[in-house]
């Protein structure tokens, strides 16, 4: 495996050996140790300084269930801090298959904010990199755009991708990737990683591994015994079941239960709607329509999962896949929108912009607290949605987000940490998980390490702060494998598979904590990125309205202490 | 006291899927008598149970007017580092 480190200003390739120090890493921990080694901490998220690295995990390469993930990271233009986001589909697995353990784009073209500057398509293959001009994708959607590469470079390429809302720079733009049946829709969506890629000229990187071949194993027959036992798990475990046939909508109801569904900007934790945008309804209308709905899809080759899901019209065409709990809750509930057809239409528009439906859904939230879309009214949504695409200067304000929408429209009931928007987890409610989005060095952000599944009583303040820690070490763990977090059901029944899998695979000797270790150091080192950015504990602190201002139906308010704040990670 | 029935757990009936059910219960009454009523096995590891939004035990005493969501195959128990809690997202 090496290093190809890219150019954007000379348009060039160097493929290094991997440095001591960074072999042991793979994915999140990979990336927060090129950043600190690399990017100023102080630079311009946006200027030449800055550096988008892309990093497949640990695990990646070998179609084993669940963990072929790759992560996508650089500073972030939205939290300013440090910013990993990752994504399934077939970007990771074909990296490796290129014997890429990490790709760094550095520099910028000369001047790249002058009008008509070029944009560019960056071509990756055995054969090294090809810069291709892409003037004519400039402002096309993610969704013929990756239409249309797969036509020039052949439907067996890897793309990653940005749409119009990277391309202006707005900080709630994802890169997105292709799933394996070639629908551009797996997303790293969080921090404006989009926004750094548009910085770069780049409209998308292509992958083309044809030629290459699985990443080497120290112990084939090791791993192999090890991966059967872990899928074998996996495929056992109930809550396998759950996720296929409801996905992450299954959710829904759930926090709705806990009274922790985000409704109307944050203003209840209960919708009055639920049962018309909850995972079970979202079962039955995929299995009524039919077409091409499915209630149970894999976004990487080799899940066994297979929690996506594809949502059709009633004509059964598809519109958009998958419809995830998080864009349930922040553009139904959140927005007072009972019609999962709304929202799929939304999270349609959304994707092909290149934004993050999160964000976007926080900001939409805020947007009607100020008076500009009346909560329950989608077609105005979609309005408001349609001036990010013309770029007007109200448009842009939404695609920068929900901090960035609350400061220009003066509202203060603004769901955000480190300028990054909560997700569909009230913090009020489900505080564990509240404590994550504070602490996170990623800012507000569930993935980081949701605490919801605990058999604990998640409005008592004293305990969540312990539980955070876990959360967040072994997900900043299963995030440097490249292991979905579905795939934590199987590892949680034998850890062992863990170190059984990475010492057959490289010929290491790590031990049953080796999830927990590489989780604390990549949250070393991702606090120690933001520390040099001038991040304090005062950055670790959840809005000053939500310690004070009672969530119905439990009348709670966020009130883990500061110091429990402040203690997250001296473990 | 109204039952809700998450997921898996949901009730085929003529009239099709049923996820909410009224259920009176004598007085005295817990929410292991509950879970036997609906013959549902009270694996503490297997269903996670909510009373008026809180995490509660088999044992928990029932009230008239109770809101309960059953809520199955939730894994993770009590938190350490060898048994991840909170592993859901999108």
Redesign the interface.
């Known amino acids: 495996m090496q290093i190809w480190r890219v150019n954007a200003r000379e348009q060039s390739l160097k493929q290094e050996p991997v440095p001591e120090g960074w072999d042991r890493l793979g994915g999140r921990g990979l990336l927060a140790r090129v950043l600190l080694d690399e990017v100023p901490a102080t630079c311009d998220p946006l200027g030449r300084h800055n550096r988008l690295v892309v990093t497949p995990g640990l695990l990646v390469g070998h179609m084993l269930s669940s963990c072929d993930r790759v992560s996508f990271g650089g500073k972030s233009p939205m939290t300013r801090g440090v910013k990993e986001a990752n994504a399934g589909g077939s970007t990771g697995l074909q990296m490796t298959h290129l014997g890429i353990k990490a790709l760094i784009i550095e520099d910028q073209p000369a001047d790249p904010d002058r009008a008509g500057a070029s944009w560019w398509v960056l071509h990756l293959s055995l054969a090294g990199a090809r810069f291709e001009p892409a003037d004519d994708l400039a402002g096309v959607g993610v969704f013929d755009t990756a239409a249309r590469l797969l036509t020039q470079y052949g439907d067996k390429v890897a793309i990653a991708l940005i749409g119009p809302a990277g391309e202006l720079g707005l900080t709630a733009a994802g890169i997105q990737n292709l799933d394996k049946d070639k629908v551009p829709s797996r997303i790293a969506a969080r921090g404006g990683l989009g926004a750094v890629m548009g910085s770069k000229r780049l409209k998308a990187i292509v992958f083309d591994a044809k030629g290459g071949q699985k990443p080497p194993i120290a112990d084939p027959g090791a791993f192999k015994q090890a991966q059967k036992l872990f899928t074998k798990n996996l495929m056992d475990h109930p809550q396998t079941a759950v996720y296929r046939d409801f996905g992450t909508p299954a959710m829904t109801r759930i926090c709705d239960g806990f009274g922790g569904l985000p409704t109307r900007n944050f203003s209840s934790g209960r919708f009055e709607g639920v049962e018309r945008i909850s995972g079970e309804t979202l079962r039955e209308v995929l299995l009524t329509r039919g077409g091409e709905s499915e209630p149970t899809h894999a976004c990487m080759a080799g899940c066994t999962i297979q929690c996506s899901n594809t949502f059709g019209g009633e004509d059964g065409a598809a519109i958009v896949s998958p419809i995830e709990y998080e864009t349930v809750g922040l553009m139904g509930s959140n927005l007072g929108i009972d019609s999962l057809d709304m929202i799929a239409r939304m999270n349609r528009e959304v994707n092909d912009l290149g934004l993050d439906t999160i964000d976007m859904g926080a900001a939409l939230g805020v947007a009607a607290e100020a008076g500009l879309m009346a909560f329950g009214d989608g077609a105005r949504a979609l309005a408001l949605l349609a001036e990010v695409r013309k770029g007007t200067p109200l448009g842009r304000i939404l695609g920068h987000g929900a901090a960035m929408t609350g400061r220009v429209l003066g509202v203060r009931r603004v769901p955000t940490v480190k300028g990054q928007a909560m997700s569909a987890y009230e913090p009020r409610a489900i505080k564990g998980t509240g404590v994550t989005y504070v602490t996170s060095p990623q800012g507000a952000d569930h993935t980081a390490g949701n605490t919801v599944r605990a058999k604990v009583d998640h409005l008592d303040p004293k305990v969540q702060a312990a539980l955070s820690r876990t959360a967040q070490i072994s997900m900043a763990g299963y995030d440097t494998l490249g292991a979905c977090i579905f795939a934590g059901f199987g590892f949680a029944v034998a850890p062992e598979v863990i170190p059984h899998l990475l010492n057959a695979r490289y010929g290491w000797s790590v031990g049953g904590e080796i999830l927990q270790e590489l989780g604390r150091e990549t949250l070393k080192l991702e606090r120690e990125f933001n520390r040099r950015a001038g991040f304090t504990a005062a950055d670790d602190r959840i809005p000053e309205w939500m310690r004070e201002e009672a969530l119905p139906p439990c009348n709670s308010v966020f009130d883990v202490a500061e110091e429990d704040l402040d203690g997250v990670f001296n473990w | 006291m109204q039952v ?1 029935l ?3 757990l ?1 009730r085929r009936t003529p009239e099709g ?1 049923q ?1 909410r059910v009224e259920i009176a219960l004598p007085p005295v009454s817990t929410l292991a008598d509950l879970l036997e009523r609906l013959a549902i096995p009270p694996d ?1 590891e ?1 269903i ?1 149970l ?1 009373i008026n ?3 509660a035990d088999p044992g928990q005493a029932l009230n008239e007017g109770d ?1 309960i ?1 059953l ?20």
Not at chain 2, 72 to 89: K, M, T, V, W
Request: without cysteine.
């Open positions: 809700h998450h997921t898996t949901q899927l996820r503490r297997a996670l909510v939004g809180r995490t809101e969501h809520i199955p195959a939730i894994s993770g128990g009590a938190p350490s580092d060898r048994n991840p809690p909170g592993i859901s997202s999108a």
